[in-house]
Structures are given as C-alpha cells and as structure tokens.
C-alpha cells in the first residue's frame, strides 16, 4: 500500500536554528499537508499545499514557517528560528482529490527543541 | 466553525470488553467523519471513514455510523484485544476547506 514518508524520525535541535522536515507524498496526490501534535494535546492543522501554493494556513503557521515541494516528489516544511514551543511531532498528510476520502498521513518526524 | 467534541481518557478495558467513544461534531458543512489511532510509538493511521449521513464506517472490528441527525460519529468495539490499546481521535472534514479537525484523542488500554 502507497505511504507518506517523512525524515528524519526525530530530530533534536537548538533553539534559533533552522530546521527542515521532510516528507515525501504518495506520488499521484495532489493536495499536501502539515499537521503536528504537541506531546499530550490535540492534533493540530498547519498549512494545506495545493498546485505549488499554499490553500489555507492556521494561526499557527507565522513567518518563522515556511513550505515547498522543490522537485516534484518531496514536500517540506521549514522552521527559521526554532523556539522551544516549537517542540512537537510533526505529521505530514496527502490527499487525492478534495473529496476527501482521507488522508495518508507519515509516520511523523519528532522534533526537540533544546 | 468546525469541531469535534470525544470521550476523554483514559479508558482502561479487560480483553473482549466491548469499547464505545463518544464523538459529537459541529460542522459548518457537511463533513465527512474519520477515526484514527495512533498505537504507541506510531503516527497516525485511518481507522474508518463515513462520507455521507447514515454510512457505516468499519475495519478490524471497529465501527462508527455517521448520524448526522445527533451530530456523532461514535467509535465502537464488540470484543478489544490487548493490541488495541492506542490512542483514538475522531477527526472531520468539510467540503469547504477539506483540512482536519481532530478531537482531543482518547487513551484507551486493554489488559489481558
């Protein structure tokens, strides 16, 4: 069965630096997605990426974020100066077409904000 | 806006106890309704799935109906298993903006 594939699993880094998540969708969806989990709370919506743009970011989601699918195939998401509250897991998600039979989602990539 | 109210946690359950979680949604639209677990150490995977009023969701004995008349979507489990302890979210989607909107997650334990 087709996954989303995100790297690395867990990733620890200091405060003010950047980090890339990377995900790569199934290859025949579409529609991308960052969701991510802070350890004990709810599952949160980041950003949808749709036809090499950004659909719809949350509150969340504020300069120090940013995403890209720079080759067709992977699907990241940037943070420019981490913050400790940016600790959490990180799930990214694709979808084949807007009628939304669900998501895939990626196994997640922990990051650690030290 | 969306959002989904669940059962909170933790569940703790004897091996072949029937399992129920409660889920309720207000959606603007008219979502399609998710459940997902999460088992330890995991991401997140679809458990089942209704798109429209009256469907039944299910897969590996697990199954919710969506009543849209009462707005739930209630998870259900005749005989659990000790590997079916996980966390559980509800989770909808609508037809207008199509992200998630999950439910806080339920901790369920199984004890053999």
Redesign the interface.
Known sequence: EPEVT?TPSHQVTQMGQEVILRCVPISNHL?F?W?RQILG?????LV?FYNNEI??KSEIFDDQFSVERPDGSNFTLKIRSTKLEDSA?Y?C?S?GD???????????TRLTVV | GNSVTQMEGPVTLSEEAFLTINCTYTATGYPSLFWYVQYPGEGLQLLLKATKADDKGSNKGFEATYRKETTSFHLEKGSVQVSDSAVYFCALSDRVDYKLSFGAGTTVTVRA
Do not use: D, I, W
């Not at chain 1, 709370?41 to 919506?45: A, D, L, R, T, Y």
């Not at chain 1, 009628?99 to 997640?108: I, R």
């Open positions: 995100q529609y997605y969701y709370q709810k599952v949160e919506f949808s659909s719809e897991m799930f998600a979808s807007r009628e939304s039979y669900g998501y895939t989602f990626g196994s997640g």
